[in-house]
Nanobody, 120 residues
Framework: QVQLVESGGGLVQAGGSLRLSCAASGSIFTINTMGWYRQAPGKQRELVATITRGGLTNYADSVKGRFAISRDNAKNTVYLQMNSLKPEDTGVYYC??????????????WGRGTQVTVSS
């Protein structure tokens, strides 16, 4: 009952920037933690960054200092600002959220993913 839709992916040169957005919709009462994960070809999906409703953030070591996660609780939207992009950042980026529906049911939702390609 909760859907996530990512946007903002694309092709960028190394050293460039992209800003990803993910909007949650549906029968939402509250969203707790939101986050971004990515999966490169031939690799497992890995955590990129997470943010709690109160703004506590967590980053993978590989993106610290380059990426910044933020959210707008009023819009049920999470963002990922990606700067100084490297070819190894290439992959499908997935949005994740967990929380409670209006019927007081816990939920965990994933977006379909958005492709980020960084050329050298």
């Amino acid at each position: 009952q909760v859907q996530l839709v990512e946007s903002g992916g694309g092709l960028v040169q190394a050293g460039g920037s992209l800003r990803l957005s993910c909007a949650a919709s549906g029968s939402i009462f509250t969203i707790n933690t939101m986050g971004w994960y990515r999966q490169a070809p031939g690799k497992q999906r890995e955590l990129v960054a997470t943010i709690t409703r109160g703004g506590l953030t967590n980053y993978a070591d590989s993106v610290k200092g380059r990426f910044a996660i933020s959210r707008d609780n009023a819009k049920n939207t999470v963002y990922l600002q990606m700067n100084s992009l490297k070819p190894e950042d290439t992959g499908v980026y997935y949005c994740n959220a967990n929380g409670v529906t209006i019927t007081l049911i816990d939920f965990i939702s994933w977006g379909r993913g958005t492709q980020v390609t960084v050329s050298s």
